[in-house]
């Protein structure tokens, strides 16, 4: 395919050079553009859009099989997409994805990157964080973490899904590591997370987060966000959360 294209792109060349002197007009004498793609190869780090792991229908009957097929494969593809067209140019390109989150600005300028980097970001967590047959309650480090920043585990979970309910409109519920080692729960509006510590208060890594934006629950509980919230509890992948927890 791409030998065809060339030799596509080097017949329009040949019939370029053909045909300028004949019409004379500067616009139609070929650009750099068919050259330039064949010989720079792009530094441009491309993000691709991560594989859920499991079946759509695996989270069933806490989430739905169509709301994860729809979040995945048109949400979250969407974000890919566009976070990939963003970075195209601009200077944050072929860096790092924390390091783009984290240096982005509360900005017009930055709000493509924003918007898209914390859509590709946020929901390659989230489907890391949650499995069938999960839910349950941490051990080891993590537990210990937990018990010791809030008290308990009851705790701990009365204080994420209080900020889960009462983020207004769409947005994500965190569980992080703040700069001072400590653990913490967050919450963010539209895409943002806490890693972009140049746009939001709460900052620390993210060790798990939950979608509350109603593309996330609205097919199977319409507006009761508190019971989807719920079920979450019953599919977060504790294990992979202390993995999180263990590579800060
Ligand atoms: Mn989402």
């Known amino acids: 395919m791409k030998k065809r294209d060339f030799l596509k792109t080097s017949a329009i060349l040949t019939m370029g050079a053909m045909i300028t002197p004949l019409v004379g007009c500067e ?49 979250h593809a969407g974000y890919t ?35 898209n980097g914390g859509g590709y970001y946020n929901h390659s967590l989230f489907w890391k964080v949650i499995g069938p047959n999960k839910g349950g309650e941490p051990t080891g480090e993590l537990a210990a973490a937990i018990t010791q920043t809030f008290g308990s585990f009851e705790n701990f979970s009365t204080e994420f899904k209080d900020a889960a309910k009462t983020r207004f409109g769409s ?38 987060g939950l979608d509350v934006w109603e593309h996330a629950y609205y097919l199977n509980y319409q507006n009761r966000r508190g019971d989807y919230i719920n079920a979450f509890f019953n599919l977060i992948n504790w294990e992979e959360v202390a993995k999180n927890l263990a590579a800060i």
Do not use: C
């Open 27 to 75: 616009d139609n004498t070929p650009k750099q553009e068919p050259k330039t793609t064949e010989e720079a190869p792009k530094k441009t780090m491309v993000f691709e859009l991560p594989e859920l792991g499991y079946a759509f229908d695996a989270l069933e009957p806490h989430i739905d099989a169509r709301t994860m097929e729809i979040h995945h494969d048109k949400h």
């Open 81 to 115: 997409k566009k976070f990939n067209k963003a970075l195209e140019g601009s200077d944050w390109a072929g860096k790092p994805l924390e390091e783009i989150l984290a240096g982005l600005q509360d900005n017009e300028a930055d709000l493509g990157l924003r918007n």
């Open 171 to 208: 947005g994500w519920a965190w569980l992080v590591k703040d700069a001072n080692g400590k653990l913490a729960v967050a919450d963010t509006a539209n895409q943002d997370n806490p890693l972009m510590s140049g746009i939001v208060g709460q900052t620390g890594t993210p060790i798990l």
